[in-house]
Each structure stands twice: as C-alpha cells, then as structure tokens.
C-alpha cells in the first residue's frame, strides 16, 4: 500500500481542535510560499494570466495559504470538531439556483477556487442533494477517503480517472430528479476540452458543464467560491452563483452551441474570479501556452471529430 501524508491526515486532524488544526496549516503555507517551487510558480502564472498582472508577494502569500486552507478544511469536514465550518457560508444566488432545481437536475459548473467542499456540505445541509463527479487521485485509499468525506455530507460521487468520460453515468444517474450537479470545469483532464478565452489568454476547459446542460435541456449555473474575513485560525467562504447561463450565437460566429455555452459561463466564472484571483487553486497547466503540444493536438482533433 502506497503511504500518503493526507490519508494520514485525514485520520489525525478530526481529533484534534479545529483552530488548532487551522492555525498549522496557516503556519505550514506560510513555510510553502517561502520556499516556493514549481507548483507555485505555475500558481503564480495562472493569476498572472487570469488577471493580466503579476502578483504582489502579499497575494502569493495569500494564495499559498488558500489553497492550504481549502485542504484543511477537507480534513475537518464532516467530523464533529469541523461542525462549525458550515457557518460562515455566505451563498449569493442558492434561490435561483434552488429554484431551478425544483423539476429536474440543475448544473452548475465551477472552478478549483475558495472551498468547495465546504459550499456542498452547505448546500447538502440546506435541503438540496448534489451529484458530481471526483477526480480519481492516487493512492486509492486517498481517493476513498474524500469520497467518503463528501458521501458522509450527503453528496453522490462519481470517480473519474484522466481520459475517462463519466458523461453516459452522470447523465443516467441525475436525468429527472431535483439535484445540483456542480462540476470542477476549468481544466480539462479527458483530452478533448474545449477552448476559451480565460481573463487574458486562450485556456483549455471541460466540456462537461455546457454539454450535459444542453443533452439534458436543462439550465446552467456558475459560481465563484472564495474566502473572506480571513484570519490565521480560519475563514468564511463566500459563493456567488449567477445564471441560467445563456449564449446567443449570433454574438458568438463560428461555435456551436456547447462552445458558446461554455465561454459563456467561463467570461463568468473569469470576471469573479479576477477579483480575489488568489483563491483560484490553479497548480496545473491550462492556459494553451503551457500545454504539451502534442495533447492539445490531441485535444483539438477529438473536437473536431465530434463536430463533423
């Protein structure tokens, strides 16, 4: 059996008090920017690129510390010491959201940013059922346990390894019930993402969220998740969700509809994230300049496959 720190974690944190729990993982990301490295680098560009300025010292800082947060308080969720992480949730939006789900699945697609398992498990608590897709980390018990953290919250999991598609499942598994579908959608990990224009560079996304709202007929949300009032032992998280997403094609020439739906929720999903850019956990390569060309050759043959 492979050994993980964070399955390690995960079995030592829920005993121990949560701003304590909190304060060392904002003394272990302090320690991280400092040291910085290639993740953080990238981190970095990201921002750069989603807000077309570099960051200050202070942002990296602060993002460093975001995204170590976000993990801490994966940790705690869901064990009785991380009870009190579903106060503090500020959701701009859940009525229209709520509402849309009344007769059948509503998605709403999101990014890697602020704490998105804690807005579930806030979602879960206020009536409404989630069904979503995880990707598969390794080692497999990882993977378990944030599987069981997030069922544990009342969410549906579906795991979905790189170059799987889970699209047939997830379709069979929300057609005509009242759930929200939130999908992670601003990288894409099944080689044949669409691209877009994400703050200031050309980017590669998922197709998922625009192509099962429109297999399903039914609406598409976004939603921005970052943190306020942000103190060393911890934070609030605050989600702005605006929609139904619309996408006249006559102002977009040239794409079809699952493409203009999907610039449509990123020109969204970009212009909220750009103004807390550091809660956006981005430490993978998504903007097309940093792709390894050969995938995204790969990317944009599959497609144009799938549009002829």
């Given amino acids: 059996m492979s050994f993980s720190p964070l399955s390690l974690a995960f079995s ?4 121990l008090p949560l701003r304590f729990v909190m304060r060392m993982a904002d003394v272990g990301a302090s320690i991280a920017a400092r040291r910085g490295g290639a993740m953080i680098d990238r981190l970095c560009a990201n921002m750069a690129r989603l807000t077309g300025t570099e960051p200050s010292a202070d942002e990296v800082r602060g993002a460093v510390r975001s995204h170590i947060r976000n993990y801490a308080e994966q940790l705690m969720l869901g064990s009785r010491r991380g009870e009190p992480l579903l106060d503090g949730v500020a959701f701009e939006g859940f009525e229209a959201l709520a509402a849309a789900s009344e007769d059948g699945p509503v998605v709403l697609a999101l990014g890697h940013s602020g704490s998105w398992d804690r807005a579930g498990a806030w979602v879960c608590a206020h009536g409404r059922g989630i069904v979503t897709v995880a990707e598969k980390v390794e ?12 069922e544990g919250l009342g969410m549906e999991i579906i795991g979905v390894a790189k170059g799987e598609s889970v699209f047939s499942t997830l379709i069979e598994r929300v057609r005509g019930r009242s759930v929200i579908v939130p999908l992670l959608a601003d990288r894409d990990i099944s080689g044949s993402g669409i691209e877009v224009d994400l703050g200031t560079r050309r980017a ?3 197709a998922g969220p625009a192509a099962l709202a429109t297999k399903l007929e039914r609406p598409l949300f976004a939603a921005c998740i970052t943190y306020e009032n942000e103190t060393p032992t ?3 998280v605050r989600v702005r969700c605006v929609g139904p997403i619309n996408a006249d094609g006559q102002e977009r020439p040239g794409l079809n509809r699952v493409e203009a739906l999907t610039q449509a929720w990123v020109d969204e999903f970009a212009a909220m994230m750009a103004t807390k850019a550091q809660d956006w956990h981005m430490m993978q390569r998504v903007y097309v300049e940093d792709l390894d060309p050969e995938r995204l050759a790969r990317a944009r043959a599959e497609h144009e496959r799938k549009n002829r």
């Fill in 12 to 15: 030592i944190a829920p005993r």
């Fill in 139 to 150: 080692p497999p018990a990882l993977f378990e346990h944030f599987v069981s953290l997030r």
């Fill in 204 to 206: 590669l996304v998922a």
């Fill in 234 to 236: 911890g934070a609030d």
